[in-house]
C-alpha cells in the first residue's frame, strides 16, 4: 500500500461545477497536508497548507483533513477553465529531510 | 522573480551522454530538494540537502546520478552515461524547516 493514495481521474465537470477531490493516507503520524496544482509541463505550484483536522478556506478553495479517517480532501466552488490542471496531495514524513510524499495526481478539466 | 529557478528547462540527450541540471533555491531556503516525475505519476523524491550537506538519497538515485550544493546556494544533478528510462522532468524544491516547499519549473529530459 502506497502510503498516499489519490484516484487519477481524470475527472471531467462543467464550468461553474463543485469539484471534490480526495486522497487517503496510511500513516497516521502525518502532520502537514498539501495540495498542489501542476499545470501540463510546469512544476507543481502551492494551493493550500494545512495542519491538523478542520477546514481551511482560500478564495474558491477549501482543503480539509480527517485524521480519524485519515481522509485529505480539496473542494473547488464555481470551477472555472483555468483551474484545469492536475492536483497532487502531499504530506512531508516527519522529522529528518521532511521530504514530500505525493499522490499520483487527479487530473481536473472544466468545460466551458 | 525569487521563485526556485531551474535551468534548462528542457534537455535532450542521446543515450550515454551526461547531463547536468542547475536549480537555484528562494535565497533565505536552507533546504533544497531533488525530485522525479514520470508521466501519470506524482514527484517521487531523490536527495535532499540542508545547507550545503547532502543527507539522505533515496535509492531511486543510481550510482549514475550525483549532486552537489557547494557552499549551500545553487545546486547541481548530474546524470552520467543517460538511459532512456531517465527520461523524466526534474524538480526541484526549496524550504526552510517545517515550512511549505515551493518548486521550480522543472527541468524535461528526453533520453533519445
Request: hydrophobic fraction near 30%.
Amino acid at each position: 500500500q502506497k502510503e498516499v493514495e489519490q484516484d487519477p481521474g481524470p475527472l471531467s465537470v462543467p464550468e461553474g461545477a463543485i469539484v471534490s477531490l480526495n486522497c487517503t493516507y496510511s500513516n497516521s503520524a502525518f502532520q502537514y497536508f498539501m495540495w498542489y496544482r501542476q499545470y501540463s509541463r510546469k512544476g507543481p505550484e502551492l494551493l493550500m497548507y494545512t495542519y491538523s483536522s478542520g477546514n481551511k478556506e482560500d478564495g474558491r478553495f477549501t482543503a480539509q483533513v480527517d485524521k480519524s479517517s485519515k481522509y485529505i480532501s480539496l473542494f473547488i466552488r464555481d470551477s472555472q477553465p483555468s483551474d484545469s490542471a492536475t492536483y497532487l496531495c502531499a504530506t512531508p514524513e516527519k522529522g529528518g529531510s521532511e521530504k514530500l510524499v505525493f499522490g499520483k495526481g487527479t487530473k481536473l478539466t472544466v468545460n466551458p | 522573480d525569487t521563485g526556485v529557478s531551474q535551468n534548462p528547462r528542457h534537455k535532450i540527450t542521446k543515450r550515454g551522454q551526461n547531463v547536468t541540471f542547475r536549480c537555484d533555491p528562494i535565497s533565505e531556503h536552507n533546504r533544497l530538494y531533488w525530485y522525479r516525475q514520470t508521466l501519470g505519476q506524482g514527484p517521487e523524491f531523490l536527495t535532499y540537502f540542508q545547507n550545503e550537506a547532502q543527507l539522505e538519497k533515496s535509492r531511486l538515485l543510481s550510482d549514475r546520478f550525483s549532486a552537489e550544493r557547494p557552499k549551500g546556494s545553487f545546486s547541481t544533478l548530474e546524470i552520467q552515461r543517460t538511459e532512456q528510462g531517465d527520461s523524466a522532468m526534474y524538480l526541484c524544491a526549496s524550504n526552510r524547516v517545517e515550512a511549505e516547499a515551493f518548486f521550480g519549473q522543472g527541468t524535461r529530459l528526453t533520453v533519445v
